[in-house]
Nanobody
Framework: QVHLVESGGGSVQTGGSLRLTCLAS????????MGWFRQAPGKEREVVAF????????????ADAVKGRFTISKDKDNAKNTLYLHMSNLKPEDTAMYYC??????????????WGQGTQVTVSS
């Protein structure tokens, strides 16, 4: 059974930084995709970034809104299976509930994922 647990959210001022952590258990594949999504009040959930692995090759993708400010990474120790999202130069529009996701297949997906419970990020001006 796959469990995803996020942590690291909080309240910061514009320009501040946060690091989100997602601890995954029960998710062990040689090729997979994990990611971060967010949902602001009154808006649909949107993808923030993906971290994928195909064999020995890893790749990352980012939403345009966060490119250059956010960095997704994964612990190289696969046994720890921890995903991170380093967020810098935060803006009020980054305020949202952030969710960790792990694809049920071996490709990144917007919907067919295991989901964590979310961690709130609030950026004040």
């Amino acid at each position: 059974q796959v469990h995803l647990v996020e942590s690291g959210g909080g309240s910061v001022q514009t320009g501040g930084s946060l690091r989100l952590t997602c601890l995954a258990s029960g998710y062990t594949y040689s090729s997979y995709c994990m990611g971060w999504f967010r949902q602001a009040p009154g808006k649909e959930r949107e993808v923030v970034a993906f971290f994928g692995v195909v064999g020995v090759t890893s790749y990352t993708t980012y939403a345009d809104a966060v490119k250059g400010r956010f960095t997704i990474s994964k612990d190289k120790d696969n046994a720890k299976n921890t995903l991170y999202l380093h967020m810098s130069n935060l803006k009020p529009e980054d305020t949202a509930m952030y969710y960790c996701a792990a694809s049920r297949g071996n490709r990144c997906s917007l919907t067919d994922n295991y989901w964590g419970q979310g961690t709130q990020v609030t950026v004040s001006s």
